[in-house]
């Protein structure tokens, strides 16, 4: 579709219309319930996002005005992400960058908790239409939504999960892929003649006046030459902006942006301009913090009335992706010609203006990154072949352009079932998804800077922190020789050191390796290093001197950084009111029934809701061990303590931390051993041993430095022979159901078994492997039993809490 015909409120009414409206029932209930909108740029997820809450509230179907109402959820990266997977029964629009949506469907979400991976995982492989937007942006992400697509389709989701692409640019051969399904002739949509009949005022975008003319300035290589070109640019910005109107300035870099930006601010020309007649001057970019950016967007999208004497905003490649902006001139640096378009998509968009400019500019072969010479000079020629009035949309629309992706990597079945286990290799390190996402040269980490006492002497961050929130991300590219982390790292080295949570030791960890930093990390950076200016974004310069630190404030029912991303903690058992054992277990059965009720998934097998049910009620038996209960006694008041023994607890106001325990890992242990004897209780005991996403298929000690087995025999703080209570009394696991003190047996968890029964590993991958189950349905049965437990304990801190 063309650029400016509105694919966006095309998708997101046409969703809202076939799953709420569509007079059929039968397509009302085959239409997904979660529509996943992935966009390329982060500068337009917002813009995205108030589009959809402005369509949904302006139907009724908003929070507060239906008992049905859908949700519309940003996802940006960060702690407080969770109102929209915590209702995974409702109708839901999801908008975020493909960057954050992808790593989410192939279980390595970035800027998000290791151990909330397998969640996403779930739920966004079923029951969901994928809708990626400006597929030409996308590089690897493209041939990677065409994998997903089709591994989908081979190895089975409980509900449909189709995907659509949409571009202003296509070829065909774009979407070929080993695993993705071929595509029809009759599955591509576009504009045809009759439509622009049928609708005077898209036929009028589409063939809104443009003039298109090439300056003699051209993008050099050499700072010296770069410098002379900047000026030049922005004496010429100065004399082509039109008063009262929008200039857009794309260059296709983040430093010439910045550079152009400043340039722009101390020109002579508008300083010598009467007060009243210099235009606003903005800079957009993707290497902003989530604060500043809001700051740009009010002002890039206030009324012109605020500037009477019109905008000038100097931006890089990510206008190009749907940003509504409708430009009387446009000044642009050559790029490939898919780029070209969208970025001609921006000047006289609503055909408003009787005329308007586009002015390209050459670029140097040796100047041409983040591009390839090759696909620059096949843009040129096109540009050259042109007529110099003839640019509209539908002039575009016949430009004979059959530029190909270059994927260089592409996400495999076997990749696929690799990363469905989310545990780290002996070092620490996790499958690397960055090469499935983006171009080489454009894959960025994730920075945020905070302040802490004695950290000039190199004392590490405190553990009991907020976790870190989305508000202090920014994305930052991990490469490059003047704007990369880690070549930031290097420069900054001697005056003090980068920080990364290790999940296992529970603590911060210096960055002693830089080349280790990948793309997807999320990087805190001591405020005093620098390297971020509030107007500018990302500078990678040290000398910008302090940053102002995003400070956040912590809710009643968040935990801190110790105990939310620590393999060891269990943020949702501790700071809460007494409860029980059989209480919590009730409250998690009841929410998973009514999860189910509204789920009402036709598809899934009685045997498989049987195992979900099994595993909600024994998910937190583990919890009678000797060693979990004396985390809530031993730290209460001796009176309390005494009044408090003899029952078996699940929750309690405090506790004393006990390093590597896991009471999963018991409750799955005694669930094999002692209740397990259906065919589906294998899959009852996975999703007791995921209910955290902490223990999965992979099982290694929890202590620094060992292998599967600590050196006095234990796992997770287990040991053979364990009694579970210690006391030998039964446990009350609620619904009427009473379990016997049980002993703990390892031998799950040993390779192959002495007497036949099959190993933890062996049990997971035939659920992993099996044609009627696999990987997504795994994930998303693991999603709803985690839902079910983490709506239960909201609620026993607040009654109002998760409805």
Request: proline share 8%.
């Amino acid at each position: 579709m063309p650029t400016g015909a509105g694919k966006t409120a095309a998708v997101l009414l046409a969703w809202l219309w076939r799953r709420r409206f569509h007079p059929d029932p039968a397509v009302r209930e085959a239409t997904p319930r979660r529509l996943v909108y992935a966009l390329p740029m982060r500068v337009l997820v917002h813009q995205t996002y108030e589009r959809a809450v402005s369509f949904v509230e302006g139907l009724g179907l908003g929070a507060g005005q239906t008992d049905r109402p859908i949700r519309t959820a940003l996802l940006m990266g960060g702690s407080r992400d969770r109102e929209w997977w915590l209702y995974p029964e409702d109708d839901l629009i999801l908008i975020g960058t493909s960057d954050m949506l992808l790593s989410r469907a192939l279980n390595r979400g970035y800027a998000e908790s290791r151990f909330h991976w397998p969640i996403d995982f779930g739920l966004l492989n079923n029951d969901a239409l994928w809708v990626f937007d400006e597929i030409q942006l996308l590089s690897e992400g493209l041939a990677t939504s065409r994998q997903l697509d089709g591994l989908r389709a081979a190895l089975g989701c409980w509900a449909p999960t189709p995907t659509l692409w949409m571009s202003a640019t296509y070829h065909p051969a774009w979407m070929e892929t080993i695993d993705g399904p071929p595509i029809a002739p009759e599955q591509v949509w576009t504009l045809e003649p009759a439509d622009l009949e049928a609708a005077p005022d898209l036929a009028k975008r589409m063939n809104a006046p443009k003039r298109l003319e090439r300056l003699s300035l051209t993008v050099p290589d050499g700072e010296t030459k770069v410098r002379r070109y900047l000026t030049g640019l922005a004496e010429l910005v100065a004399e082509r902006h039109q008063p009262g109107a929008l200039t857009l300035v794309v260059v296709n870099t983040v430093e010439r942006a910045q550079r152009l930006f400043d340039a722009l601010r101390r020109s002579a020309v508008w300083k010598k301009a009467p007060a009243g007649a210099q235009p606003e001057v903005l800079l957009l970019h993707s290497q902003f913090r989530p604060a500043e950016r809001e700051r740009l967007n009010q002002e890039l999208f206030a009324p012109p009335s605020d500037h009477p004497a019109g905008r000038v905003l100097v931006a890089t490649q990510v206008v190009e992706a749907g940003v509504d902006l409708s430009a009387r001139t446009l000044i642009t640096e050559l790029a490939p010609w898919p780029s070209l378009v969208q970025r001609l998509g921006r000047v006289n968009r609503y055909g408003e203006h009787d005329q308007a400019d586009v002015l390209w500019i050459d670029v140097e072969p040796k100047a041409s990154a983040p591009y390839e010479p090759e696909t620059l000079e096949e843009a040129k020629g096109l540009l050259e072949q042109l007529p110099a009035d003839r640019i509209a949309p539908a002039d575009l629309q016949a430009v004979p352009y059959e530029g190909r992706p270059g994927y260089r990597h592409i996400v495999r079945r076997k990749d696929l079932l690799d990363l469905f286990d989310t545990t780290p290799d002996l070092s620490g390190n996790d499958i690397d998804i960055s090469r499935f996402i983006r171009a080489d040269a454009d894959l960025d980490a994730h920075v945020f800077w905070r302040s802490w006492e004695q950290e000039e002497a190199g004392r590490e961050p405190p553990g009991d922190w907020l976790p870190v929130q989305r508000s202090e991300l920014c994305p930052v590219p991990v490469y490059g020789r003047t704007r990369g982390l880690q070549e930031f790292l290097r420069r900054t080295w001697e005056k003090g050191r980068a920080w990364r949570w290790d999940h296992v030791e529970a603590r911060w960890v210096r960055v002693t390796q830089i080349d280790a930093i990948r793309p997807g990390h999320v990087v805190l950076l001591p405020a005093r290093l620098g390297g971020y200016d509030p107007q500018l974004g990302w500078t990678a310069d040290p000398g910008d001197g302090p940053v102002e630190p995003v400070v956040a404030e912590r809710r009643d029912d968040e935990p801190d950084q110790r105990e939310a991303e620590s393999t060891a903690g269990d943020p949702w058992s501790t700071a809460r009111p007494w409860i029980t054992l059989r209480d919590h277990t009730d409250a998690v059965v009841a929410e998973l029934d009514a999860l189910l009720e509204r789920l009402d998934l036709a598809s899934v097998p009685e045997a498989v809701v049987r195992a979900l049910r099994k595993a909600a009620r024994f998910h937190d038996w583990g919890k009678a061990h000797p060693h979990f209960q004396g985390r809530f006694l031993d730290a209460a008041e001796e009176a309390e303590r005494a009044a408090r023994a003899g029952e078996v607890w699940a929750k309690a106001p405090r506790s004393r931390l006990r390093p590597f325990i896991r009471h999963e890992v018991a409750s799955a242990l005694a669930f094999l051993d002692h209740v397990a004897r259906e065919a589906e209780d294998d899959l009852a005991a996975f999703l007791i041993m995921g209910h955290h996403g902490k223990v999965r298929l992979g099982l290694r000690t929890l202590r620094p430095r060992h292998g599967t087995l600590d050196d006095d025999g234990s796992l997770f703080g287990l040991r053979d022979g364990d009694r579970m209570p210690e006391d030998g009394q039964t446990v009350d696991l609620g619904g009427g159901v009473r379990v016997p003190s049980v002993t703990l047996h390892l031998a799950p968890f040993e390779l192959g078994s002495a007497d036949g029964t099959p190993s933890w590993l062996a049990r997971v991958l035939a659920l992993r492997d099996d044609p009627d189950l696999g990987p997504f349905r795994l994930a998303y049965l693991e999603a709803l039993l985690r839902v079910a437990d983490m709506r239960a304990s909201m609620k026993e801190v607040s009654p109002h809490a998760a409805g």
